[in-house]
């Protein structure tokens, strides 16, 4: 069946003031799978030649076969039936029923010519490969006559690894394609990325037979091994003797070899070669080829910091940073998992899972499917993604202020690389899966800044080229609010990613934090300048602190220290215009806004200056599970919200509560808490025995620890982690996910508590975290910042149901039960209004959504009204205020934007779902 060629050329004229398109073209062309197929992987394996070396009743039989393209080898032994195997099938198809004669091995023989000392031999210019079997005597008594293809196309997979230089070891069982891939790989690094690549080519695996390398290679350079044993010598000579960028090489398989690689590597050339195991298990457990992963050693450890690892005192341990960046298993020819050697290694040897990326060819063509259904929906509406018009006049303002570091979107046919760098950059922060589906909108470019005069120039560019503007930092907006925009509007991503400094002056106290850091790399910034500082925020290191700031920002500090917002001195913002302001300069009223009234509306802030804060040397966590009986659980829920907002200010305990909870040992209800205490571990044990005794908690569940383990140890990363693991801004577990928010003013009776236990209990998905207020956050004022939720409020309610992509045929039922979720829990909730958290942001609570001008609405700041009061309470007004002095024009927005006084809106209204 056709489909609509998701390459789409589209020309779109864009009046902003009318906020309708003045001309639109779209052109999607016919795109059969079959031809998408051939464009992915496109099959050369000129079997001709190999055909000729065989008796004449067998050549004719595979010339004639259906299946000839999929076929692997055939087997010639002696005395016994001549058998062809193939690709993907067990076992194999004997060619007839008579037997190989010592004629027909002696006649193939002669065909092929002189065998090495390998017993291999090649047929010249093809990539066949034919090796013996010899008896004791020496004489030829089989044949195996290995097919040898030059497929392109299947890289794609890994691509961006190749274009970053990384160098990728390559394992899988025999057959499965890694000297194929070997090929495709040169011919790329050579072709496409420009590189000096040399191929180390034993027994002419990789080049083919002959002098004169097959053109499956491009134009890498191929240097022949005379024979196996000589592979590590001509692989230094390679580098001594010929100035390469690359390295490749088949087969890695001894220590020499192994030694070889890693002087190359040290040298700073990037490696790309295969060796012998199937899995990396079988490398790290392989004393001769371990030191391609790092290699492998006993270590003993304190007893501190085995407690605080929670395991045994002699341990394995990763020798030194591997050889090869990744590891590739190729499981199949279609199925690989791309493993990021060094964290791998570390993961096994402490027995645990490695996160792993799948990787499948067929996802190539899901992603033409997936944008091919974009141009479908371009159709039906008034813009297009693809505004080539747009894109042109941004990428010359780019080019032309000197700004390369942007990705467009990929509408030429064909252009697999821009396409694949445009979905890796996009997806890389996407944190919830429910905005990374093919329906969901994209930016016609992502602009990636490096300075502040390029960021400046970015906003610049994009208001001359009409488009709107989305600041992504961390990407966790709970709605993709930093990703995705109105159905019907062009928009470009500006991605903070590389404006990640962070600059401590211990003098002061202070710290300079550029808006697309994270919150980990803050963190680790701090503890690098001292062991006796921190800062308030939240325990999701990946979460960046442009929006986390923007938004208020509470965490495990905010009890003792206020939110991260109520600790920012200063921050420099650019405006719509490009213009840079400070404090002093935006005025009061700005910076009152951005500490806490949502992150994107205000301007792009560059930096914040934040105020670090004095932590003890050791603090003291927990984390423990406590399930039991329904009864059990609520008691404990209602001891919980007692006990928790009125403990001292340095203690903080959360509780989690739900029917799947993955910490709880045993199926059913279970709560878990989370304690952080500003002290010693005796101090916080006697604190609880005495508030909550039936927490009952025991001393090995609490953990002595500095600040900086503790962000560690509550951040979510694999057990194990390092404090250098938090400048990591990739997140892992990457899911679909659903969230909403509460706040409660007056204790949960038992009957509010077990209605919400009866809704967790039959959604295992489901959970509830409940966080504590009370301490600093009750005697800050409610109009400080822009953040309101101050005295009187106990605790928040966060709603989160989460799900895989195997589960996603059932996301609207799973909306629909947090929905009904949150419904059930009103009478219990705050009110008048019933507020909310912008951090956890709700589209639920009403969005603004354009239509036709003319129609009969209420002036914008009414309409925001509706989400505005539940987030930001009495603050809403002043809010609005500052957003007519700092973006009259409403540059930056979202669909729970403040909009300025001057926006009185014929073409918005306000939708609550």
Known sequence: MAVASCWCSVAVAWNLKAATPLSLKLKCEAFSEASFCSLVHNDEDDMQPLLQILPSDLHHNLLNQPNRPQLLEVVLDLGRFPEARYLGKRGGQYLRNTEVTVKELEFAQQAVGEFGKDNRAGIEGTLHRISAIRSRNGDIVGLTCRVGRAITGQIDMVYDLLQYGKSIL???????????????????????????????????????????????????????????????????????????????????????????????????????????????????????????????????????????????????????????????????????????????????????????????????????????????????????????????????????????????????????????????????????????????????????????????????????????????????????????????????????????????????????????????????????????????????????????????????????????????????????????????????????????????LWGIIYAWKIQVLKVPQIVTTFTVSRTGTRSHVAKLVNKWQYVAPNLEDGFYLSCFVGAGLPQAKTTGLSTKFNGFYLGSRASAISILNQAFPELAIAEEECIEMSWIQSVVFFSGLSDGASVSDLKNRYLQEKEYFKAKSDYVKKHVPLVGIDTALDILEKEPKGYVILDPYGGKMHNISSDSIAFPHRRGNLFTIQYLIYWKEADNDKSSDYVDWIRGFYAAMTPFASWGPRAAYINYMDFDLGVMKRISNGANVKDAVESARTWGEKYFLSNYDRLVRAKTLIDPNNVFTNEQGIPPISLVSPNVKAQSK
């Open 170 to 600: 390559f394992v899988g069982r025999p057959g499965v394609g890694k000297t194929t891939v070997m090929r495709e790989i040169a011919r790329v690094l050579s072709d496409e990325l420009h590189k000096r690549v040399v191929i180390v080519d034993t027994s002419n695996e990789i080049g083919g037979d002959g002098n004169i390398p097959h053109a499956a290679i491009g134009g890498a350079r191929r240097m022949q091994v005379p024979e196996p044993s000589m592979q590590h010598r001509v692989m230094i000579e390679a580098v001594e003797n010929h100035m390469p960028e690359v390295i490749i090489v088949d087969e890695i398989g001894t220590e020499a070899e192994a030694h070889a690689c890693r002087s190359i590597a040290e040298r700073g050339i990037m490696l790309v070669g295969t060796a012998h195991g199937q899995k990396l298990e079988n490398i790290i457990k392989n004393p001769t080829l371990s030191d391609l992963i790092g290699g492998v050693e006993t270590v003993t450890l304190g007893d501190a910091e085995a407690r605080a690892r929670n395991c045994q005192k002699t341990i394995l341990e990763r020798k030194a940073p591997p050889t090869f960046d990744f590891l590739i298993e190729m499981r199949d020819r279609h199925y690989w998992l791309t493993h990021q050697t060094d964290k791998s290694v570390d993961m096994l040897l402490r027995g645990k899972s490695p996160q792993v990326e799948h990787s499948k060819p067929e996802a190539m063509f899901y992603f033409s499917k997936r944008l091919c259904l974009l141009c479908f929906l371009l159709l039906s509406f008034d813009v297009s993604l693809c505004s080539c018009a747009s894109l042109k006049d941004l990428a010359s303002c780019l080019d032309n202020h000197n700004i390369k570091n942007f990705t467009t979107f990929p509408y030429k046919k064909h252009d697999h690389s821009s396409a694949y760098n445009y979905f890796k950059i996009l997806n890389f922060s996407i944190q919830n899966l429910r905005f990374a589906e093919p329906a969901i909108p994209k930016p016609i470019a992502i602009v990636l800044p490096e300075s502040l005069e390029q960021l400046q120039k970015s906003v610049a560019c994009c208001r001359e080229g009409s488009v709107q503007i989305r600041v992504r930092c961390g990407g966790h907006s709970y709605e993709g609010t930093s990703y995705v925009a109105d159905d019907d509007t062009p928009f470009v991503i500006i991605d903070m990613m590389n404006l990640n400094h962070v600059w401590v002056d211990m003098e002061t106290e202070t710290a300079w934090v550029e808006g697309g850091a994270t919150l980990g790399e803050t963190y680790y910034a701090i503890s690098q300048a001292s062991n006796e500082h921190g800062f308030s925020g939240g325990s999701c290191p990946t979460v960046g602190v442009g929006g986390h700031i923007g938004g208020g920002g509470f965490g495990f500090l905010s009890r003792k220290y206020g939110l991260a917002a109520d600790n920012v001195v200063d921050a420099l913002l650019v405006d719509a215009d490009g213009n840079l302001f400070d404090r002093e300069t935006m005025g009061e009223d700005v910076f009152w806004a951005i500490r806490g009234g949502g992150g994107g």
